[in-house]
């Protein structure tokens, strides 16, 4: 008889999910974790004495989303913030025109109005493309048929460059023109002041999980799996693989016999793109009462193009920044200390010497985290949103897997990796999983845990 009935690799929020619910429907589970914290792209760094979320820290959309209805049921508190996704309107921005001048009403009416009507242009271009087209292709076909000036063509193709760089961690020219199909946002959006984090530790409380717990190789046969960290040898009937598409295109795991071609396709066609965070604190505040963002467009922007004000986490003043795609490999090849004064020039050009000296700085690096090799999965032209689901397996049914790349509806999010730890689960007891018994559950554990 094998030592465990489930084996999951990796504890972030898929794997962490699917363990709890296999190990609450009283099998014996056990988790094996690369690093030496659980938690995987969710992660906030608490040393300052506040949270800094270095992986994820937005929800978007809370209407009707299974992910706030937990976070809900635990009780974590949210601050509503409803311009996670590069939207143009939401809440108030403060945009700069391509000569640095700061937009009035007028002209932030008239932008937000432009990229609404490229926006439809786009939609209709993505119905009407074919199979192989790129999302350049398909916003270029967009702008041409907008008549508007060449100056404004300008803004907005800058606009939607940007957009995917955020969105997907990708270069436009590389994602299938259907790459954002899945980005809807229904209802607010809501960030964390306690750390995104919290929500897999308080799933994760209690199981039995093996940090520092490096997987090398997983074999499989009709009775179940071999799973190999350096010289130990963990058996069980099945095994869950949520390691992120990073992981698995780099070919760190080897999979005896090698999977096949329905989960290796997927797994090949898929993108892997890289979207960094920079966060810098200023001993005082130069932009406006009441902005949720700072977007600039033409040489301003042309790197450090939008910044997120998270002082309420901190309560100190805090402006967030991103460099995704291209420009987010490069960046993450650079010292810090050259990363921030770039970005702080890229600031002074818009708001000149009221741009103090920075107090403290984060910057990550996901593109050269071995333990997922890029930030989130996009589709890569060529691939479909099928990819995502047929990544799933299972295979000769003894191996899942799960993960944000795994749930074509929304990948690249926290709900993604919620959803399909709770389909692996499911599919390995063959029964539903009621979501609010889940919850109650992990309140039940704490409440008997005194915590
Ligand atoms: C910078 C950044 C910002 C983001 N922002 C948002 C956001 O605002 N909102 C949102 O919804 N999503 C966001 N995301 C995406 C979100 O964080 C992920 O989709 C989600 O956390 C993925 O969970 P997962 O369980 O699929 O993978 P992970 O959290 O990556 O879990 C996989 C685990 O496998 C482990 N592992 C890897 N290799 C091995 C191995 N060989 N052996 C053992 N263990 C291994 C890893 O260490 C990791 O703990 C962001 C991601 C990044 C990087």
């Known amino acids: 008889m094998s030592a465990y009935d489930t084996i ?73 913030y409803t311009v996670g996704s590069f939207q143009v309107g939401g809440r108030p921005i403060e945009n700069f025109d391509g000569d640095r001048r700061p937009m009035d009403a007028t002209a932030t009416a008239q932008w937000i109005a432009d990229v609404d009507t490229a926006d439809r242009l786009l939609i209709e271009e993505i119905a009407a493309s074919s199979p192989g087209d790129t999302y350049l292709d398909v916003t270029e076909r967009a702008l041409d048929r907008s008549g508007f000036s060449p100056e404004r063509i300008d803004d907005i193709r800058e606009f939607f460059r940007h957009r995917v760089e955020e969105q997907c961690g990708a270069w436009i020219g590389d994602l299938d ?11 607010d959006e809501v960030i964390f002041p306690r750390g995104y984090d919290e929500l897999p530790h308080r799933i994760g409380a209690g199981l039995d999980v093996r940090l520092e717990t490096v997987v090398t190789r997983v074999s499989r046969s009709p009775e179940g799996v071999i799973v190999h960290a350096g010289d130990t040898e963990y058996r069980a009937d099945r095994a869950i693989v949520t390691v992120p598409l990073g992981v698995l295109q780099a070919g760190t795991i080897t999979f005896d016999p090698e999977l096949p071609d329905a989960v290796a396709g997927p797994l090949s ?14 001993p005082e505040r130069f932009w406006d009462e009441g902005t949720y963002v700072i977007r600039a467009l033409g040489e301003a922007g042309e790197h450090w193009h939008s910044w997120y004000d998270v002082s309420a986490v901190s309560g100190i003043p805090t402006l967030l920044t991103f460099a995704a795609g291209p420009f987010g490999r490069r960046m993450q090849e650079r010292a810090d200390a050259e990363i921030v004064a770039d970005a702080v020039s890229a600031l002074r050009l818009l708001y000149g010497d009221a741009v103090g000296e920075p107090l403290a700085h984060w910057v990550t690096r996901w593109g050269h985290d071995a333990f997922s090799n890029g930030s989130y999965s996009h589709l890569a032209v060529g691939s479909s949103h099928h990819d995502h689901d047929d990544l799933a397996g299972p295979v000769d049914g003894v191996l899942h897997f799960a993960g944000e790349a795994t749930w074509g509806d929304e990948p690249a999010t926290v709900g993604a990796a919620f959803y399909s730890g709770h389909r692996a689960a499911e599919r390995i007891l063959g029964r539903s999983v009621d979501l609010g018994e889940f919850a109650a559950g992990i309140i039940e554990r704490e409440q008997t845990a005194g915590r």
């Open 8 to 80: 999951v690799i990796g504890a972030g929020m898929s794997g962490l999910t699917s363990a709890r619910m296999l190990s609450d429907a009283g099998q014996r589970v056990v988790v094996l974790e690369g690093r030496d914290r659980i938690g995987g792209r969710m992660h906030s760094d608490r040393s300052a004495g506040f949270p800094v979320d270095l992986g994820a820290s937005w929800i978007h959309g809370i209407e009707d989303s299974p992910l706030w209805d937990l976070v809900h049921a635990l009780r974590i508190p949210a601050i509503e």
């Open 177 to 187: 023109a259907h790459g954002l199909d899945e980005d809807a946002i229904v209802g």
């Open 269 to 282: 066609r898929l993108g892997m793109g890289v979207f960094n965070k920079v966060f810098v604190q200023f």
